[in-house]
């Protein structure tokens, strides 16, 4: 089964093409160039940058995985969540493209993207759990199904990719932070600076990353621009993130510990800052010890791209669950029914 997946949540024009488990195509046109002078994405820049390339992005694709429309039998756009603009541009293309074509059509959630990119990658078999680590979320998940996923813990204020490039600018870094602040990391000492943990050592597998950016920040204004610190600086923040990571997983890893009918056996990483390196080497280590199998996409697959969105369609087809012509552009659309159970957790821990 060949699908044709769209993705324009936040600030990449993406198209790509999968017959299965194949990639036959995958273009991604980041915007970042477009962005980078705010610091940040900005959602009426992306919007129309999303319009102005999606139409030749998508040709391309095509053309590159050796397809006509005939040849395909469904197409797959992100609806959300993410920017409304940018999803509607990507959402209204996709619909068109199915109606005109009379293709099943499949409204695809960005996080379940992320989520199953380890099965297109991998094929790793459900139930597995799930880390999504990204520049708008920060969850453990039980992933059970394509549309079955049951959430342990999320962060209660930004998410780790977002501290990132937070960081990244504060350290003049530019956009987008995580890889910037990746390179400089790698000639510097982790240990140089005690940043802190949060939440490490309580209860659950919840996160917090805004006091760690704080503490960032703070000694940015006693040092000022001294670059011999950059390095070091960088590092550390690095190593605070794994070290939260890790000690999360142990948490994550004791609540599924609970007998299943299919034992949980496998770690999945997703999500754009599982491209860092130090980060999935730390969590590499860990779930061995936990004795579990630690699985995650190439760096290309875990950052934003519409390989997954394909993914997500051809899944989503294989089981007959298709969406009509009215399905609506999401900016909030969590995969689990019970966004809140975490927080009570938290208090009562
Ligand atoms: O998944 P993604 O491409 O988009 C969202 O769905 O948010 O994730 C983007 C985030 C950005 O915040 C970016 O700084 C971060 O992922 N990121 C990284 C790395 N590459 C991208 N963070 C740490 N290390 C990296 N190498
Ligand atoms: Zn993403």
């Known amino acids: ?19 299965g488990r194949t990639i036959l195509s995958n273009l991604v046109y980041s915007q970042v160039a477009e962005h980078g002078p705010y610091g940040g994405v900005v959602p009426e820049i992306a919007a129309r940058s999303h319009v102005h390339h999606l139409d030749t992005l998508i040709k391309d694709a095509m053309q590159e995985a050796n397809v006509g429309f005939n040849q395909i039998d469904g197409v797959a756009a992100t609806a959300g969540p993410g920017l409304i603009g940018g999803l509607m541009v990507g959402l209204t293309m996709g619909k068109a493209i199915a109606l005109v074509h009379n293709l099943p059509f499949v409204a695809a959630n960005h996080l379940q993207a992320h989520a199953l990119s380890a099965r297109l990658t991998h094929g ?6 799930l880390l999504l680590a990204s520049g ?6 039980v992933v059970n199904g394509v549309s079955n996923y049951r959430r342990l813990g999320t962060t209660l ?10 960081v990244a600018r504060m350290l003049g870094l ?22 802190p943990r949060p939440l490490k050592g309580r209860k659950g597998c919840d996160f917090s ?5 704080t503490a960032v920040a703070n000694i940015v204004a006693k ?22 990571f890790v ?18 056996d496998s770690l999945v990483l997703a999500g754009g800052v599982g491209a860092n390196k130090c980060i999935r080497s730390r969590l590499s280590k860990r779930a061995a010890q936990l004795n579990l199998n630690f699985i995650v996409p190439p760096a290309n697959l875990c950052t934003d791209n519409a390989a997954m969105v394909a993914w997500v369609g051809y899944e989503s087809i294989s089981l007959g669950l298709v969406d009509g012509m009215q399905a609506p552009a999401r900016a909030r659309w969590p995969l689990d029914p019970e966004p809140h159970v975490h927080l009570e957790r938290i208090d009562n821990g």
Not at 1 to 19: K, P
């Open 1 to 19: 089964m060949i699908v044709l997946g769209i993705e324009t949540s936040c600030d990449e024009t993406a198209a790509a093409v999968v017959n």
């Open 124 to 129: 790793t078999r459900f139930p597995y759990l």
């Open 157 to 166: 204020d930004d998410a780790p990719g977002e501290a990132f490039d937070k």
């Open 174 to 195: 530019g956009y987008p932070g995580g890889p910037a602040i990746e390179e400089q990391a790698q000639w510097g000492d982790p240990k140089r600076y005690q940043l």
């Open 247 to 264: 000690d999360r997983l142990d948490n994550a890893r004791a609540l599924i510990n609970q007998p299943q009918s299919t034992p949980i």
């Open 209 to 213: 990353f805004s006091g760690l950016k």
């Open 223 to 244: 040092h000022g621009e001294d670059k011999d610190l950059l390095s070091d600086l960088c590092a550390s923040f690095q190593e605070a993130i794994a070290d939260v």
């Open 136 to 141: 708008g979320h920060c969850q453990f998940l």
